[in-house]
Each structure stands twice: as C-alpha cells, then as structure tokens.
C-alpha cells in the first residue's frame, strides 16, 4: 500500500512553475483537503448574517416573534437537542458519501463544486426563490433568462435579446428533462404548421399539402409563425379570437397523438435519429412524450462517434419510405465516452436532403461536454481557431472536434448540464433554443403575441418562466449559483476554460501513462485505450495474458471493478481510487475497428457472439482539476496506474 504521508514532510517544494490561470483555479473550489475552508467559511458566514439584517431591516417596528428568553425552555431544548441528534446522525452518514472532490476519484461525471456556485446556493437559499414566475422570484428568474443568454452566446447562438431571433434558455432539473423539452419543442414546431393547414389558414405561405407542412425544417416554421402572428395582429380583436380559436382546435397539443394522426392519414408518426451511443433519456423522452421508443431509430457510430453515412443512409431510406423525422440528436460529448459526434456532418446532410423535401430539427444533447466549448471561444465571443485552440495540447483538438464545436452555431437546439463539466450542484441541467420565437408553440398561455426585438419584452415574457418549462416550481437558487458562476468565470478559454483545459491535459497524460502501464504490464495482461478519446474521458481494456476468451476477460475486469467501485459495506478510507465500467459494442465501434481492439488484447474474435455480444472496459472521468498535483509533484494519474498494476499482478500470479 503506497504511503499516504507526502514525503518529505511536510510538503515538498513546488515541482512546476505554474501556467497561466493556475493561481486563479486556486481559488476556484473548496479544494481536495478542503484548502479553501477559510474563504468558504467567511462566504457563508456573511452573507448569513447579511440575510438576517435583512429580515430584521423589512419592518423593523415589528417586534421578536419568538420571544428572547425561548432558548432557556426545556421544550425548546429539547426540540434543538433532537435537531442535532439528527443532523449528526445525517453528517456522520454522509461521510460514506462518494468522495468526488478528490483527484483518487475517476469514475462518474462528478467533481469539486465551484465555490462562486455553491456560495451564490448557499447564500440564495434562505431567500428561497420559486423561478416559477417573477412572482415568486423577482430576482432569480431574471438571473436564470441572463444564464440562458450565457450558455447561448457559449454555442455561437444570437444573445443579444435586442434581436428579434435571439436565442432563449431555462434550466432543468438535468439533462435529462433538458431532453423532453427539446422533444416537445420540436414537435409543436413541426406539427404547428400542418395545425395552420387544416385551420384553413390561407394567404400566408402555408405550404400546399401536408407532407410538406410536416418537413418544414425549424426555420421555416419560426418564420411562418412570425407571419402567422403578425396576420393576427392585423385583425379585429373578435377576428383574431375566431381564428386563433380554429388553429387551437387542430393543435396536435389539443387532439393528441392518436386523433391528430388520425385527421393526417398522409403523416406517420416522426422518428427521431439517434447514435447508438445515446443516453437512455432519449429512450425515456420518447415514451414519455407518447411518441413511443419505436419511434427511436438509433445510428451505428464509428469511433464512437455518429457514422456520418449511415445517417445519410439512414436520412434517405426515411424519405423513400416517406418516414417523417423529428429530430437528429447530435451527442457533444457521449456519457460513456465522451466522443463528439460530427456536428458539421450532420448539419450538411440535413441540408442535402432538405433539398429533397425531408426537414427536421438538430438537437445537441452537449449533457456531459458542452462546457467545453468554452475552450472554442475568445473572451469576445468569436470562435477560435484549431490552431489556436491546438497551442498548448498534444492531440487536442482532432480536427473533426474543432469542426463539431464551430457548426453548434448552426443547429437548432442544445442540452448542457451545469452539474457535470459546469462543477455546479446538482439540480442544473440546462435547455437552450436558438430563436427564442418558438417558445410560443410550448407557451401554456394562448395569448403569446408578443413586440419583436425588444429587449425588455423579451425579459418581461420569460419572467413568466412557469409558461414554458416542462416543471413548474423551482429552485432560483439554483439559478443564481449558475448565473454567478457564468459572471466570476465567463465562458471562454481564458476563464472558465482553464478548468476543461486541466480535464483534457488530464486525459492527454491518462492516455500517455495508459501506453507506458500497456507496455510495463506484458505478460501480466493485455491492455489497450481502445478508442483516442475525444475529450476528457479515457476507457481501459484489459485482457489477462494468454486468455483468448471474451467471457473471461469481461469477468476479469467486473472482478477488478469490485476494487474500483464504492461499497458501502466497506470504510471509505480502504479505497485506493474510483472508476467506473462500461461495455464497447459492435455497432459503436465498427468491424475493422472491433477486430483492432480484440486483437490487441489478444481475444479471439469469434467469442464475440450474439449472446456476448460486447466488451467490458473500466471507463474514466478525468474532470477534476487536481488529478495533476503541481504543488507537490504528484500524478494521482501515475498513482492509479501503480495501484493498477499492484492489483492486477496480484490477481494474475499463480
Ligand atoms: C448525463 C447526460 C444526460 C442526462 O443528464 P442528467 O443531468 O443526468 O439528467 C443526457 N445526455 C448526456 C449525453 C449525458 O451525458
């Protein structure tokens, strides 16, 4: 067991001079051995107290409710010694908690919090905002629109709601919900122009038949609802009432899925194209939102990341068969991978076959790596370069990466978790559309005319926050922290970048180290990083030396799992490190690339059959900042590979 104690004690000297922005990450988190207590501690205590003189300062003629002298009652006691009791049975259990902050820890999408976040939560909850409306949180909900802006301008989205098409964003409980809401936005736009047809709506441009109402792409349909409302307006008050009345009736958010399919016999429920590498919430969003996971078709990757041709293939067997398309979701960043799919890939085909009369919209499920676009942009917002964005990293970006991070610009809608790469609490997921106009085709409230271009409407519209998002009551202290979080460190690589840039320095010596363990450890096992890694996720197969069986090396690495996961049963402080497993299968990878992997491990290929039909790799999230300990000299990397090896060559010897 490798000595826990820095030697020589107590600290050595520093062992790096350090790089640009490394003293300000210094103050950015709490810190693996809670460095930054003090500035944490005067935080809260201050702003504790600045919230009290509050109360105290909003009638202050009022008098103590509770009287002065209620401390000394044995009742009150009482009550405060049972409160503890609890708190201290809840403190003591929470230490089996997953120890995130540490740099021992590279299993899931967690890490440290950033302090300007979790201080901006702390302070902000004793106010308790609602962001349901500004009712509620005058405050807050204004905050969260400001952050929704913040994440748009992060995309290359229009920010500027002085812009009649300016971008709108709202947060979620998590990506996940993020997803349905990008589901049910795209379909009120699809389904909104065919809503018109059947109103009988006619000198505006509606198209001529319903296959062509249903394949307007987004664009197109936020421009005819814009022409759609601005007719209204034109009207008399009764006027408007009927025909707005007509479109409601035939609204597929009125009928229903059954009843509104039934009225366009021409019009098959919409798919929506997926790669295989996915999160299962696009599984969920699909049956959630009635459309049924059949209707989820799901495209080979190659790479791990979305095969360009089989969605072009894919996209025209759609067309021949006349198979309306909802969405392609485009992965920025897959959660067991952490591959990005080719964003400009796919906007280009779907401007070929939009030619051919199928239009659909792009959703960028950027869950797990839409921070990193910070990394992309120039404090002014412009993008920057691969060779600037290059300087610094030894593969990063691959060209291919720098291309999907450019064309986010040109989709049209985007999923980001502030709780992953955001280093936020969780309760923040994010959804962010590129023109705000199609929120009123998800508004609760009818009456949705609304001024163009005008920036304090658009902010007295979204105040309204409870109209257009799939929850209702919710945390504006949420809100604050992301908000805060967004002004202390804005996001382009100069500030909030410095904590992706550490993540992917990170993975790059990961995937180094990776090489020299594969080359220390022949004979004893067979270990390759199956796939280069994209971003900040780097996977690990293993196979024992001599073994040509699948089904024992999966067992093998489940069995080296055990050691590598949390147990509760088990004192936290017995764990060396945490890492998570996954599975490569066929189709993600491709053929070519399969027979690679399974050859370097030394695994006969025809042990992969259909009912052992994939790999088991340890898979790891390299998003703490620390992994690299410049203060001291340490790679918790190199620590984790020794720790590797002495468990390995344990296992393996006779
Ligand atoms: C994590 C993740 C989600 C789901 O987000 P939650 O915040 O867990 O709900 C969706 N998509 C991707 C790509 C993810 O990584």
Redesign the pocket.
């Known amino acids: 067991m490798p000595n826990t104690l820095p030697s020589p004690y107590p600290f050595p000297p520093p062992a790096h001079a350090p790089e640009p922005g490394q003293r300000m990450l210094d103050a950015c988190f709490l810190g693996p051995y809670g460095e930054n207590d003090t500035l944490l501690e005067k935080l809260v205590v201050e702003f504790l107290r600045d919230h009290v003189h509050w109360r105290r300062n909003f009638h202050p003629e009022d008098p103590p409710a509770i009287p002065t002298s209620a401390a000394q009652h044995p009742e009150y006691l009482a009550l405060e010694a049972r409160m503890r009791r609890e708190l201290h049975q809840l403190s003591a259990a929470l230490k089996q908690s997953v120890p995130f902050h540490s740099p021992r820890y590279i299993g899931h999408?967690a890490s440290d919090l950033l302090l300007p976040g979790l201080a901006a939560q702390i302070l902000a909850l004793p106010y308790n905002p609602n962001n349901v409306s500004e009712d509620a949180a005058p405050i807050t909900v204004q905050l969260e629109v400001l952050a929704g802006l913040q994440l748009a301008r992060m995309f290359g989205y229009p920010s500027d709601p002085a812009r009649p098409d300016c971008a709108f964003g709202h947060l979620t409980s998590?990506?996940?919900?993020a997803?349905y809401q990008a589901l049910r936005m795209a379909l009120a736009l699809k389904a909104f122009p065919v809503a018109l047809r059947a109103a009988g709506v006619a000198d505006i441009g509606v198209p001529g038949d319903d296959w062509q109402a249903f394949n307007l792409a987004p664009d197109a349909a936020i421009d005819l609802l814009v022409r759609w409302q601005d007719w209204l307006s034109t009207l008399g008050e009764g006027e408007r009432r009927r025909w707005r009345a007509r479109f409601q009736e035939q609204r597929l958010e009125t009928l229903g899925m059954f009843e509104f399919f039934s009225r366009h016999p021409g019009l098959k429920v919409p798919q929506v194209l997926a790669p295989v590498t996915a999160?299962y919430?696009w599984s969920k969003g699909l049956k959630m939102l009635g459309l049924g996971r059949a209707q989820l078709r799901l495209v080979a990757t190659r790479g791990m990341r979305m095969d360009a041709a089989a969605l072009r293939e894919a996209l025209e067997q759609c067309e021949r068969e006349r198979q309306p398309v909802l969405m392609v979701v485009a992965?920025l960043?897959?959660?067991e991978y952490g591959t990005i799919d080719p964003v400009d890939a796919i906007v280009q085909a779907r401007a070929d076959v939009a030619a051919r009369g199928l239009g659909f919209g792009i959703h960028v499920?950027a869950?797990?790596g839409g921070y990193l676009a910070t990394l992309f942009r120039n404090p002014d917002g412009s993008l920057r370069g691969l060779d600037e964005v290059h300087a610094g990293y030894r593969d990063f970006p691959q060209p291919e990466v720098h291309a999907a991070f450019a064309a986010l610009a040109e989709t049209d809608s985007v999923?980001v978790?502030p709780?992953?790469l955001g280093y936020l609490p969780y309760g923040t997921?994010a959804f962010v559309c590129r023109d705000h106009r199609a929120t009123a085709l998800v508004s609760e409230q009818a009456d949705y005319v609304f001024k163009q271009g005008d920036r304090d409407d658009y902010m007295t519209r979204y105040r309204q926050l409870g109209q257009f998002i799939p929850e209702g009551s919710k945390a504006g202290a949420a809100a604050a922290a992301v908000y805060v979080t967004h002004r202390v460190l804005p996001l382009d690589h100069a500030n909030f970048g410095l904590m992706p840039r550490q993540t992917v320095l990170a993975a790059e010596a990961f995937q180094e180290r990776a090489q020299r363990f594969a080359d220390d450890m022949r004979g004893v096992v067979a270990a390759t990083v199956p796939f280069p890694p994209d971003s900040n996720l780097v996977c690990l197969a293993l196979n024992p030396h001599g073994n040509r069986d699948l089904a024992i090396a999966n067992a093998f690495v489940r069995r080296l799992y055990d050691e590598l996961r949390c147990d509760p049963q088990r004192p936290l402080q017995v764990k060396q490190f945490f890492s998570s497993i996954t599975t490569l299968q066929r189709a993600m990878v491709g053929e070519a690339e399969l027979h690679c992997i399974l050859d370097a491990l030394g695994i006969d290929p025809t042990t992969m059959h259909e009912d052992n039909d994939r790999l088991v790799i340890l898979r790891h999230t390299l998003m703490n900042p620390h992994l690299i300990d410049h203060e001291n000299g340490i790679s918790y990397i190199d620590r984790y590979f020794e720790y590797l090896g002495t468990l390995l060559r344990g296992r393996t010897s006779p």
């Open positions: 999408m998590g990506g996940t919900l997803n999160h919430s992965v960043g897959s959660t499920d869950a797990w999923t978790d709780h992953k997921g």
